[in-house]
């Protein structure tokens, strides 16, 4: 198990170092990505700043003009971490909201536990303060967490709901990915980018240990979603990995219960989508973006409620 954690820290720390790059589509040639990483690079929020929320003061970027779209980051990650490369796309055509959830990033911690629940209040409260009446929300492995709980908590403020390599039960995980949570322990990410974007955002050396720790503490107390997941209204966009760290059986529970499991040509289409990316892992998912926006654009433009195509 200590082999498996320690090989899983050393993916984590080459995944946040490449995950700044965007990556080269199929036929595109080296210098047209050259000039998409110079963009991605050279893009400014036309707003950010501090929000109060819950005795937070929570950081917050703003990109682009058009539907609301706000990205959830995953554990330990901050908003250049996670979605640098992806925010240039997004704000093309969306008003694209990216945050720094408790204790992460320039959001500074407080004494009150890390909760999903918690997280999701967060969002919501930073969302009323910018007179965002309603968004998507789109979440990556604990930001999909914080994603569902968003939909449970605050359906009024959640439009559509796209969730990538992200649980609602706390066993959702592969049976030895949930027992390697346990193992995990602050010494093993020392001299990982994850230390080093702690430290380079302000926050004291001194306390990052205890960040890992109650970062880590979200998911060694059993959590089930499953009920209020399964009926709330909003549609969803589910992504895994063939690889993830995400029980396929999971994945598929939650899809039937929102309608899939059926012929689209026979009963109609559900509102709901399921996407298993091949050759993917859990990190992995951030790396495959080419693939994924595409299918999230077209998901969060849809008109669900049309009929099939027919011949």
Not at 117 to 127: F, P, R, Y
Not at 222 to 249: C, H, N, R
Not at 257 to 268: S, T, Y
Request: aromatic share 8%; glycine share 8%.
């Amino acid at each position: 198990m200590n082999k498996l954690i320690t090989s899983l820290l050393i993916i984590i720390a080459v995944a946040v170092m490449i995950s700044c790059q965007p990556r080269p589509t199929d036929g595109q040639n080296a210098s047209t990505n050259d000039q998409d990483t110079v963009a991605s690079q050279n893009i400014q929020p036309a707003e950010s700043g501090y929000a109060d929320v819950n005795g937070l003061k929570m950081y917050y970027e703003v990109y682009g003009h058009g539907n609301p779209i706000v990205l959830l980051h995953g554990s330990f990650m901050s908003i250049p971490l996670n979605w640098s490369h992806i925010i240039p796309r997004l704000a093309k055509d969306r008003k694209v909201i990216v945050l720094e959830m408790q204790g992460h990033g320039r959001t500074r911690d407080t004494d009150r536990a890390l909760s999903y629940e918690g997280m999701a209040d967060d969002v919501s409260g930073l969302l009323k303060q910018l007179r965002i009446n309603s968004a998507d929300i789109l979440g990556y492995s604990m930001g999909g967490g914080v994603a569902f709980q968003m939909a449970v908590r605050h359906p009024e403020q959640v439009r559509r709901l796209v969730v990538l390599s992200g649980t609602y039960t706390h066993d959702g995980w592969w049976p030895d990915v949930e027992a390697s949570f346990a193992t995990m322990t602050p010494e093993m990410f020392k001299g990982s980018q994850i230390e080093k974007q702690y430290d380079s955002l302000g926050n004291d050396p001194a306390h990052f240990p205890e960040f890992v720790k109650k970062v880590i503490s979200i998911d060694l107390k059993p959590y089930d979603w499953s009920k209020d997941v399964k009926t709330m209204k909003t549609p969803v966009f589910l992504a895994i990995g063939d690889a993830d760290g995400v029980q396929y059986e999971h994945a598929l529970e939650l899809f039937r219960a929102r309608g899939g499991g059926k012929m689209g040509d026979i009963h109609g289409l559900p509102q709901s989508r399921l996407a298993i990316i091949p050759g993917t892992t859990h990190i992995g998912m951030m790396q495959r973006m080419d693939w994924l926006i595409p299918m999230i654009n077209d998901f969060l433009d849809a008109d669900l409620n049309a009929p099939p195509p027919t011949f």
